[in-house]
T-cell receptor, first 112, second 114 residues
């Protein structure tokens, strides 16, 4: 089954404790991206990657890092999480230039 | 400043009637538009899209209309069904060499009453 998976689905952590949210897709897509969803703001792009070792900032990259060492994986790293990063996070992938994107199920992160 | 806006946070319609969801954008460089549907505890799923060279695209019960001069698009669902109850996001894309960053609206919660 073609899918985008994210882990963990739920996470409660404390300020400053480094964490990684994993994202994996099995569709051999070149394009992957991370979004955060906040009430009334829709989904805002954090980072995206057009292929292995090619990443770039989206609209709200501050406080986040990503890496793309393999085509299928695109982890999101929060080196020092803060409460304003409490949000619902989605990973997405697509072929080519990234128009019709397929989304993972989401990761709900709470930073205390 | 939000480049893509959905001014109605919620919409309630009767089963069998038409649902019309609206979206406005400000960036004239957007050349591709999409609608996504989202159920609770799931990721958004692609519903329908339209290129800026068209003014209408239809897929079954779903039709998207694009008015470029007004920078406005709308999604029509006819007839509406209770299973259509979800949050609908409008998204816009501008192609450039760095790829396609999707810009989303804030979403409209559609409730279809039996």
């Amino acid at each position: 089954e073609a899918q985008v998976t994210q882990n963990p689905r739920y996470l409660i952590t404390v300020t400053g404790k480094k964490l990684t949210v994993t994202c994996s897709q099995n569709m051999n897509h070149e394009y992957m991206s991370w979004y955060r969803q906040d009430p009334g703001l829709g989904l805002r792009q954090i980072y995206y990657s057009m292929n292995v070792e090619v990443t770039d900032k989206g609209d709200v990259p501050e406080g986040y890092k990503v890496s793309r060492k393999e085509k299928r994986n695109f982890p999101l790293i929060l080196e020092s999480p803060s409460p304003n990063q409490t949000s619902l996070y989605f990973c997405a992938s697509s072929r080519g230039q990234g128009r019709k994107q397929f989304f993972g199920p989401g990761t709900r992160l709470t930073v205390l | 400043d939000q480049q893509v806006k959905q001014n109605s946070p919620s919409l309630s319609v009767q089963e069998g009637r038409i649902s019309i969801l609206n979206c406005d954008y400000t960036n004239s460089m957007f050349d591709y538009f999409l609608w996504y549907k989202k159920y609770p505890a799931e990721g958004p799923t692609f519903l329908i899209s339209i290129s800026s060279i068209k003014d209408k695209n239809e897929d079954g019960r779903f039709t998207v209309f694009l008015n470029k001069s007004a920078k406005h698009l709308s999604l029509h669902i006819v007839p509406s069904q209770p299973g259509d109850s979800a949050v609908y996001f409008c998204a816009a894309s501008a192609f450039n060499n760095a790829g396609n960053m999707l810009t989303f609206g804030g979403g409209t919660r559609l409730m279809v009453k039996p």
